[in-house]
């Protein structure tokens, strides 16, 4: 597991999140918004009461050595258009999974970010997927067409995606954007605002590999 320093602004001198091997929490990520500890800096201000309508990250990365990636994600759940995808059809291919909602103001800040993205690497075989962990249908969608998102976005207002990423690494805040690699690991985490450069580079790697 290593660090990736941020090309960029600020991203570039924080310091990047390190986490040990064994990444499985007992409390899912919804438990955390509702403010299950004071001593975790993203359930007090979820507590806060500043109407900010997001638990924001700091933008830290961190990548997994293949050795300590553990499982596969192992996950079914259902988009907005109502299709079931299971994680196990991705076999062979490098995902991307963004944690968003409509009203999450770094969510729409690296939206155009995803967008390029996804038009860069999709056809080199990447797979992208939004989780949507608050919003109804009708708003998630008015999103996407103001965005113009082209990829597919996962309902997840009953937690039911974060629930079974606990299992594996915890997304922990919103926006929160995992690479998996061809074997369905997570292979790097980014928490909060996703620097284009810094996840260009961790996608690059992921299919590389």
Not at 32 to 47: F, H, I, R, Y
């Amino acid at each position: 597991m290593k660090n990736r320093q941020s090309p960029a602004g600020d991203l570039g001198r924080r310091s990047f999140l390190r986490l040990g091997a064994g990444l499985a929490l007992s409390v899912p990520f919804a438990a955390a918004v509702a403010g299950c500890s004071t001593d975790d800096p993203l359930a007090e201000q979820a507590n806060a009461g500043d109407n900010k309508n997001y638990i924001a990250g700091d933008g830290s990365v961190t990548e997994y050595a293949p050795g300590d990636r553990g499982d596969a994600v192992q996950f079914s759940a259902t988009l907005f258009d109502g299709t079931e995808v299971n994680s196990a059809d991705w076999a062979g291919d490098v995902v991307v999974l963004n944690f968003w909602y409509a009203a999450c103001a770094p969510c729409r800040k690296e939206a155009p970010d995803l967008v390029e993205l996804h038009n860069t690497f999709e056809p080199e075989g990447a797979r992208f997927y939004g989780v949507n962990i608050r919003d109804e249908a009708a708003t998630a969608e008015a999103f996407e067409r103001n965005f113009n998102i082209p990829y597919p976005s996962f309902m997840d207002k009953d937690g039911g995606v974060l629930l079974a990423m606990t299992s594996y690494v915890p997304p922990q805040a919103v926006p929160t954007t995992l690479v998996l690699d061809r074997q369905g690991r997570v292979a790097a985490r980014i928490l909060g605002l996703a620097e284009k450069g810094t996840l260009k580079a961790l996608i690059s790697d992921a299919l590389a590999a």
